[in-house]
């Protein structure tokens, strides 16, 4: 048998890339470093209702005005692409900007 560990029974991960959730994001989800700025979008129940995320003395879970409180696990399964990272398109990489070097004598640095 393994010693317990006080604060090693629960482990959050990142529902965005499965590794250990360091922060918080604006929805108050448990969330990696990375992914600080991204949010879950789309969460329905089983009904088909909206869920409304809150944070309780457990940890995270849905709200279904329906339903009632669904679990963070099983908000996770019912809604695998609310947890897709979008892609993102840099516009550093799209507009590459020629760098212009001008030495002191260089004849266009007096111009």
Partial sequence: M???VYGSYRVDTCP?????ALTK???QI???SQHKNQEATDLKCVCG???MIKEGKWGVFGLCLSCGPVSWSKL???????FQLKKETKKEDQKKQNEFIIRS???LYFD
């Avoid at 965005?16 to 250990?20: A, M, P, T, V, W």
């Fill in 105 to 107: 004598d260089d004849p």
């Fill in 49 to 51: 209702e909206w869920l």
């Fill in 25 to 27: 994001n604006s929805q």
């Fill in 2 to 4: 393994r010693k317990k």
């Fill in 76 to 82: 996770c399964e019912l809604n695998p692409n609310a």
């Fill in 16 to 20: 965005f890339c499965q590794s250990r």
């Fill in 30 to 32: 448990p969330v990696c």
